[in-house]
């Protein structure tokens, strides 16, 4: 897993240390000595940590006047024993929130397994962002993580599923992406038959 690094042709456009009202502003990375791992596993020492032993992020993007973000994620998602989404919320998205962030893509082809809680904190995110006109996408999630997250009613809130999960992300700029991940939902909702999305 030390090999898995975030991913990096955007940081032209963006560095979370570097931006003021990112949670990560000013953290400083050692790109030799591996300090965080998941389970026995040395992880590559840009991912960040933010309160879960097992599941570790890098912002990729975040442009606060246009309230858009691009999150990549690595390990594994336990709201069962760690609560990771309660870290997530509190640690990171509240923040960015606080920002004037309303669009999120979290980016889910490095969680290797979910484990389900209850679905409050999700429910939360969903209502804050859908009070500004924005929205949650999951892009590119393993099946198995999906269907675990279908099974603990999490596609409730987000945006999830085939439509969203062979996106090739990483040949586009991130304006490019966030209009690609919007297209489809905007022709999802036009055939309501054919959908995995939040509720309305």
């Not at 889910?108 to 939360?124: A, I, Q, R, T």
Request: hydrophobic share 40%; aromatic share 16%; glycine share 4%.
């Amino acid at each position: 897993m030390h090999d898995i690094e975030p991913y990096y042709n955007w940081r032209d456009a963006y560095t979370s240390e570097a931006d003021k009202l990112s949670p990560f502003f000013r953290r400083t990375y050692n790109e030799f000595c591996f300090t965080h791992s998941i389970y026995n596993y040395l992880i590559h020492p840009q991912w960040d940590y933010f309160g879960s032993p097992t599941l570790y992020l890098k912002i990729l993007f975040a442009d606060y006047a246009r309230q858009i973000c691009i999150i990549e994620l690595l390990g594994e998602w336990n709201d069962a024993i760690h609560n990771d989404i309660m870290f997530l919320k509190r640690e990171v998205l509240d923040v960015l929130s606080a920002n004037g962030i309303c669009k999120f893509v979290l980016i889910g082809e490095n969680v290797l397994n979910f484990h389900e809680s209850d679905d409050c904190y999700y429910e939360e995110w969903f209502e804050e962002v859908k009070e500004t006109g924005g929205w949650i996408a999951f892009i590119n999630f393993r099946e198995h993580v999906l269907a675990e997250m279908r099974h603990a009613g999490i596609d409730r809130y987000v945006w999830c599923g085939e439509a969203f999960n062979d996106i090739n992300w990483r040949c586009m700029r991130p304006y490019h992406m966030m209009r690609m991940v919007e297209s489809r939902m905007h022709a999802l909702e036009s055939n309501p038959s054919d959908r995995l999305h939040p509720s309305p």
